[in-house]
């Protein structure tokens, strides 16, 4: 018994047309071919800016640069000072070194090496004044708290660089903590931007 095979007839179809129909297969997720196309995936998503944080005497600050421009080498460091206990406040970034009659110790971040302060250090939250017993003069605070303070930075090249962290927290029922003076915490400058350096 003779088997019949069947044979394909070839059918014309429009340049036009061909092509609207690839067009509409790829439109709709099916590939010419019949396969499926591969995943795009999703974009890439900017990294994170660069982020340190450390614990000392009753206060966690967490330092971050945002805003890097490297062709200008300018950018802003924040930092935040949360106290953790409840209650207790930080000292003015304009209080003295040494604080009021001995008092206190400022709010302070400093920059060294391959970094520089680009303008003065600022903070989000309004000062106030308390009394304490024993002082003479007001001294300067920020609201219970945690506290947001900003500097912005400038970079003279590639290279090593040091953020200097000062604070004092202290409670008007609890009493002060041991005051930090020039904590390190180290960076590295690139030409992609400041990084903190993992210790």
Same mark, same amino acid.
């Given at each position: 018994?003779?088997?019949?095979?069947?044979?394909?007839?070839?059918?014309?179809?429009?340049?036009?047309?061909?092509?609207?129909?690839?067009?509409?297969?790829?439109?709709?997720?099916?590939?010419?071919?019949?396969?499926?196309?591969?995943?795009?995936?999703?974009?890439?998503?900017?990294?994170?800016?660069?982020?340190?944080?450390?614990?000392?005497?009753?206060?966690?600050?967490?330092?971050? @640069?945002?805003?890097?421009?490297?062709?200008?080498?300018?950018?802003?460091?924040?930092?935040?000072?949360?106290?953790?206990?409840?209650?207790?406040?930080?000292?003015?970034?304009?209080?003295?070194?040494?604080?009021?009659?001995?008092?206190?110790?400022?709010?302070?971040?400093?920059?060294?090496?391959?970094?520089?302060?680009?303008?003065?250090?600022?903070?989000?939250?309004?000062?106030?004044?308390?009394?304490?017993?024993?002082?003479?003069?007001?001294?300067? @605070?920020?609201?219970?708290?945690?506290?947001?303070?900003?500097?912005?930075?400038?970079?003279?090249?590639?290279?090593?660089?040091?953020?200097?962290?000062?604070?004092?927290?202290?409670?008007?029922?609890?009493?002060?903590?041991?005051?930090?003076?020039?904590?390190? @915490?180290?960076?590295?400058?690139?030409?992609?931007?400041?990084?903190?350096?993992?210790?």
């Amino acid at each position: 018994m003779r088997r019949r095979v069947r044979t394909a007839v070839p059918v014309a179809v429009p340049v036009g047309v061909g092509l609207s129909v690839a067009a509409a297969l790829l439109l709709t997720g099916i590939a010419t071919d019949g396969s499926a196309p591969a995943a795009a995936g999703p974009p890439p998503a900017a990294g994170p800016p660069p982020t340190a944080r450390f614990s000392e005497n009753g206060v966690t600050v967490t330092l971050s @640069v945002s805003g890097w421009q490297a062709a200008k080498g300018t950018g802003t460091l924040t930092a935040v000072f949360a106290p953790e206990t409840a209650g207790f406040h930080l000292y003015s970034t304009a209080l003295p070194p040494a604080g009021v009659e001995g008092v206190g110790r400022p709010t302070a971040v400093t920059v060294t090496g391959t970094l520089a302060a680009d303008g003065p250090l600022t903070a989000a939250q309004a000062e106030r004044t308390v009394r304490l017993p024993g002082v003479g003069a007001p001294v300067p @605070v920020y609201p219970d708290g945690p506290v947001t303070t900003t500097l912005p930075l400038r970079a003279s090249g590639s290279g090593s660089a040091t953020v200097l962290i000062g604070y004092a927290s202290c409670s008007t029922r609890d009493g002060c903590t041991i005051p930090v003076s020039d904590h390190p @915490v180290r960076m590295r400058v690139t030409s992609e931007g400041p990084a903190f350096v993992t210790p």
